[in-house]
């Protein structure tokens, strides 16, 4: 019994010792403890209920949602969204100034309180129906099913090409007066466009600021009448083809001209063009529009039957408060759709 009790005594005391260390070192790492717990999960289940290609707020939102509902989820993201340049977001209620960093940092935080969700760092790179859902492979060869998709993908911009133009993108160069209108209100303000584009962002764009001229970079295509109405309210247009903008640091100080002239500057307002970030939807066979957006129905719901979309990459409006609101519906209409389906 002295034996047994020594050896007792020894065993609590080792198992003390051990569970001690662990503790101390959880106090000590606690974030890094919580991804490993993360990634050994994420890497052992290979079976999803619902498979989210791309992390950002939409991506985030849709997860949450799914997380809530008590799905199994996996959410695959390369950490470059596409709004990483833009220093502030704005006309997002309680986040409004926070940096694009700050929330989507926040966001993930709370998404990976929920034990059902789990993530992996990486890129989608094909997807094929399968008789039970669906089927993704990354770009290191790790392969998941799923009985649904959700595209949270974004659109990709195409830069002009213009010198500077890409470096002063989101930050001095913007598309959206609703985003960033307010911080440039009372700046000298251009805007890059010609025709229907240069028309109707001439009257939008005059809501914010007054100093306001049109560059249509080459001859107008506006009409005459058009012309007339832009000029009416005091606004110049300018066909005098760019060279390049010169910046600092993303910040214009003035355009270039081919001709050898300039034009001080501090915010220019333009529509780049774009394409889908992710080929996967098409390979899927989803549709898009005529703009190149991923058709959806008012659910979320794509021309295929149990892939959603949502964010920028199904809409013209590309503020963090909708991809959010898009993102929440289609987790939600995913859900619906499992339930539905498996009652």
Not at 96 to 103: L, M, Q
């Amino acid at each position: 019994m002295k034996v047994g009790k020594e050896i007792l005594a020894t065993t609590s005391r080792r198992e003390f010792i051990k569970r001690s260390g662990v503790a101390l070192a959880t106090l000590a790492f606690p974030n890094h403890f919580i991804n490993i717990s993360k990634n050994n999960q994420m890497t052992d289940q290979k079976d999803f209920d619902v498979i989210i290609v791309g992390g950002s707020y939409s991506g985030l939102a849709a997860g949450m949602a799914l997380g809530r509902a008590l799905k199994h989820v996996l959410i695959i993201d390369n950490g470059k969204p596409c709004n990483r340049q833009t220093p502030y977001s704005h006309n997002f209620i309680t986040q409004d100034g926070k940096t694009p960093k700050e929330i989507a940092t926040l966001a993930k935080q709370q998404v990976e309180k929920y034990d059902t969700v789990t993530f992996l760092n990486g890129l989608a790179t094909s997807g094929v129906k399968t008789n039970t859902g669906f089927a993704i492979k990354t770009e290191s060869g790790k392969a998941f099913s799923t009985k649904k998709l959700i595209f949270a993908t974004g659109i990709r911009d195409i830069m002009q090409g213009i010198e500077g133009y890409a470096e002063c993108w989101g930050i001095s160069v913007i598309h959206c007066p609703y985003c960033h209108g307010y911080e440039v209100r009372n700046e000298k303000t251009g805007i890059l466009g010609n025709g229907e584009y240069g028309f109707e962002f001439s009257s939008l764009i005059s809501n914010w600021a007054k100093d306001l001229t049109l560059f249509t970079n080459g001859t107008s295509t506006l009409t005459a009448e058009q012309t007339e109405k832009i000029k009416s309210h005091h606004i110049e247009i300018v066909e005098t083809e760019i060279e390049k903008l010169e910046q600092t640091n993303g910040h214009l100080q003035k355009i270039i001209f081919k001709d050898g002239s300039n034009f001080p500057l501090k915010a220019l307002y333009a529509r780049s063009p774009f394409e889908q970030h992710c080929a996967i939807p098409e390979t899927l066979r989803c549709e898009l529009t005529d703009d190149g957006y991923i058709r959806i129905d008012p659910s979320q719901k794509t021309s295929i039957h149990g892939v959603f979309a949502c964010g920028d990459n199904t809409t013209r409006i590309r503020t963090v408060a909708n991809a959010v609101a898009m993102g929440t519906t289609a987790g939600m209409m995913a859900n619906k759709e499992l339930v539905f389906e498996e009652f």
